[in-house]
């Protein structure tokens, strides 16, 4: 293996990445964390983050900037999680629809900041050649990502539609291991979005599993 953005392997005619495989298979496990509402979700989310941004980075601007913003989320997310211990009745944060007023207030933040970030994008070119996939790439990450730090079940719905848009376009555009693990991102997304459902039904059931002592 030379670099991380060389060829792994051929599968179905779709050259695959390195980069792509290693850094969507933590994001696989990053997923699979945060719907057993392990604290580690956070660590492998910040290595997902950080490999996808060097894979992505000079080739596509949205997509890569959803990857900083990844790993700048997945710190502060590591910090809420630990912070918000005791807000449960064992001690632990738990798992929650967000308020109609939450909820308000993210939608809009997110179409709010995709159009500012579109027109940052249509205004200098050289950041990005699809300026609104890119933009909605890039926000809808913030939103998905603040609303798992804060415990909402919502998270999920938010991470399924970033990626109904991010992995066709990476697929497009080359990075086809984004395209193949689709499924099982899909898979992952329903499961964990019954789970916290269920159990935001619970009163005082926990968020974090394993979280320091």
């Not at 970033?162 to 997304?189: E, H, I, M, R, T």
């Not at 979005?193 to 320091?212: C, F, H, N, T, Y």
Request: aromatic share 16%; charged share 10%.
């Amino acid at each position: 293996m030379n670099s991380l953005n060389s060829e792994a392997f051929t599968l179905f005619g779709q050259h695959i990445l390195w980069s792509d495989m290693i850094g969507n298979t933590f994001g696989l496990i990053a997923l699979a964390l945060g719907w057993r509402r392990s604290i580690w979700s956070w660590p492998a989310q910040f290595l997902s983050g950080a490999i996808l941004f060097a894979a992505f980075y000079g080739h596509l601007t949205g997509s890569a900037g959803k990857q900083a913003v990844v790993v700048g989320v997945a710190l502060w997310g590591w910090w809420q999680w630990n912070r918000g211990k005791g807000e449960g009745r064992d001690g632990s944060v738990t798992v929650r629809f967000a308020s109609w007023r939450e909820r308000g207030c993210m939608v809009g933040a997110a179409a709010v900041g995709t159009l500012a970030v579109s027109a940052l994008f249509h205004a200098y070119p050289t950041l990005s050649w699809d300026p609104w996939p890119d933009a909605y790439i890039f926000v809808g990450t913030i939103v998905a990502m603040y609303a798992q730090a804060r415990g909402m079940v919502e998270f999920w719905f938010a991470w399924l539609l970033v990626d109904v848009v991010g992995v066709p376009l990476s697929f497009a555009n080359g990075y086809a291991f984004s395209g193949f693990v689709y499924v099982v991102y899909g898979a992952l997304v329903l499961l964990g979005m019954r789970d916290w459902w269920l159990r935001s039904r619970e009163a005082g059931q926990p968020v974090l599993e394993g979280a320091p002592a």
